[in-house]
């Protein structure tokens, strides 16, 4: 079993920035993929970044490139999202995703609980 706990969220005017992180524990053997998603009210789930275990990266090229940046603390299993120059179309709930193995070779995929953005204009 893995938890992931998110945090970072909250209310921030146009302009401004916010850094959300995702901590993942529990029982497992190695995290590969560790992504952030986000739905805004009324919308489908989108991708907004991912970054692999060796840290190659990969952005929404419409909502995220040039103003995000996710990075990763292997050591303590954590994914962090800077978000920069903030819009009112950011505000959606953010969630990560994690995506790895067990011990025994089996793969897992968690999504975080969600949490929170909104940015004011």
């Known amino acids: 079993q893995v938890q992931l706990v998110e945090s970072g969220g909250g209310l921030v005017q146009a302009g401004g920035s916010l850094r959300l992180s995702c901590a993942a524990s529990?029982?497992?053997?190695?995290?590969?993929?560790m992504a952030w998603y986000r739905q805004a009210p009324g919308k489908q789930r989108e991708f907004v970044a991912i970054?692999?275990?060796?840290?190659?990266?990969?952005y929404a090229a419409d909502s995220a490139k040039g103003r995000f940046t996710i990075s990763r603390d292997n050591a303590k299993n954590t994914v962090y999202l800077q978000m920069n120059s903030l819009k009112p179309e950011d505000t959606a709930v953010y969630y990560c995703?994690?995506?790895?193995?067990?011990?025994?070779?089996?793969?897992?995929?968690?999504w975080g609980q969600g949490t929170q953005v909104t940015v004011s204009s």
């Open positions: 970054i692999t275990s060796g840290g190659s990266t990969n």
């Open positions: 529990g029982r497992f053997f190695s995290i590969n993929a």
């Open positions: 995703n994690v995506v790895g193995s067990t011990a025994r070779g089996t793969s897992f995929d968690y």
